[in-house]
């Protein structure tokens, strides 16, 4: 047995063996025992051995142990405001790295505190990194959503607070039904409703097929019809913050005037 024995750690950061020397990182370099402070995220994989040396021969070299380094979470694409219609879907994402992510989103209604969501009802995607919301209600509009994330190595970072805005439903009505003689000028068609932006539609083929965009001036609250002797069908698309519908249909009969009242 050799009584005097020396000892040498070796590093391979991937280009070959070097021996380690103490300083900031390393300590015990010429010990039973390596440590490292502060390891750094480069030196992910770096593999260590030691040389242990005495009076008698052959030196022996340990065996190959392999350095893995957990990297605690950045975010590199936080959660973005989300506009959508009453009864449609909307959804929250985050792009993060690090060592084995986790994550949790949450939810705050109001002047209460954020809490977790679980999936379930409207949720999914709680515990991934991306939320889905099915089927949004009017009364959830200002609820505003954050994920936190968690690596395996117990760091942890929360995402941007990012709010959902739900546009309600909004009425849209038009009236009214005309018969006019041909080569009269039609009345003006009125509109109600809780729109932003507006486009009028016409048809000649029939009440629900065949809709074009109106002539002349098709964007306002109402809409005045061109005189023809066609029979003609109206309906106005109404608009608001992304979201729409149409209103009901409306027709203009063109009657031709009988000979015999001239």
Not at 3 to 10: E, G, P, V
């Amino acid at each position: 047995t050799c009584t005097t024995l020396t000892y040498q750690w070796q590093v391979n950061p991937g280009t070959g063996w070097v021996n380690t020397t103490d300083g900031a990182l390393y300590s015990g370099s010429t010990t039973v025992t390596l440590s490292i402070t502060g390891a750094l995220a480069a030196m992910n994989g770096y593999t260590y051995r030691v040389v242990i040396n005495g009076a008698c021969t052959p030196v022996v070299t340990s065996n190959i142990v392999t350095l893995t380094i957990g990297i605690n979470p950045t975010i590199s694409s936080q959660p973005a405001n989300q506009t959508v219609c009453v009864g449609s879907n909307a959804s929250f994402s985050v792009t993060a790295s690090g060592s084995g992510l986790t994550y949790q989103w949450q939810q705050k209604i109001g002047a209460g505190a954020f809490t977790n969501l679980v999936d379930g009802g409207i949720y999914s995607g709680s515990l991934t990194n991306n939320l889905i919301l099915t089927g949004v209600t009017a009364a959830m509009t200002g609820y505003t959503y954050k994920c936190i994330i968690t690596s395996s190595c117990g760091g942890n970072v929360t995402s941007a607070v990012a709010t959902l805005t739900v546009v309600a439903a909004f009425t849209n009505t038009i009236a009214a039904n005309q018969t006019i003689c041909t080569g009269t000028l039609p009345a003006q068609l009125t509109g109600t409703g809780g729109g932003t932006t507006y486009l009028w539609q016409s048809s000649t083929v029939s009440g629900v097929a065949g809709f074009v965009n109106a002539s002349g001036v098709n964007n306002g609250v109402n809409y005045t019809p061109t005189p023809g002797n066609t029979s003609t069908w109206y309906q106005r698309i109404e608009s608001n913050a992304g979201c729409s519908n149409t209103s009901n249909v409306v027709d203009r009969k063109s009657t031709r005037l009988n000979s015999s009242h001239l």
